[in-house]
């Protein structure tokens, strides 16, 4: 059973940045892609951003795109988010999750890490 371990978070001001880690530990990691999602207080879980783990492929939502770059470093089973231009809506718990294969649901969560923007 591979686990997720989210890092990085923390409180910051609004326009600075953070960057977030999760961590994949076992003993075989090959999943078709990684993502980030999030959920603030009393709404639900939504997505952030995904990358492919053998291409590198990105995707985005719309409300981070230009501002959070997601990244993975294959030989360390680590998947990155820095996070630049952070707004107060930002704030929330912040989960890593990885996807077995292509259509797949996203599953094998993180415990995650809380971001807190302040204005």
């Known amino acids: 059973q591979v686990q997720l371990v989210e890092s990085g978070g923390g409180l910051a001001q609004a326009g600075g940045s953070l960057r977030l880690s999760c961590a994949a530990s076992?003993?075989?990691?090959?999943?078709?892609?990684m993502g980030w999602f999030r959920q603030a207080p009393g709404k639900e879980r939504e997505f952030v951003a995904r990358?492919?783990?053998?291409?590198?492929?990105?995707n985005y939502a719309d409300f981070v795109k230009g501002r959070f770059t997601i990244s993975r470093e294959n030989a360390k089973n680590t998947m990155y988010l820095q996070m630049n231009s952070l707004k107060p809506e930002d704030t929330a718990v912040y989960y890593c999750?990885?996807?077995?294969?292509?259509?797949?649901?996203?599953?094998?969560w993180g415990q995650g890490t809380q971001v807190t923007v302040s204005s």
């Open positions: 999750s990885t996807q077995r294969a292509s259509g797949s649901a996203y599953s094998n």
């Open positions: 076992g003993r075989t990691f090959s999943p078709y892609s």
């Open positions: 990358i492919t783990w053998n291409r590198g492929i990105t």
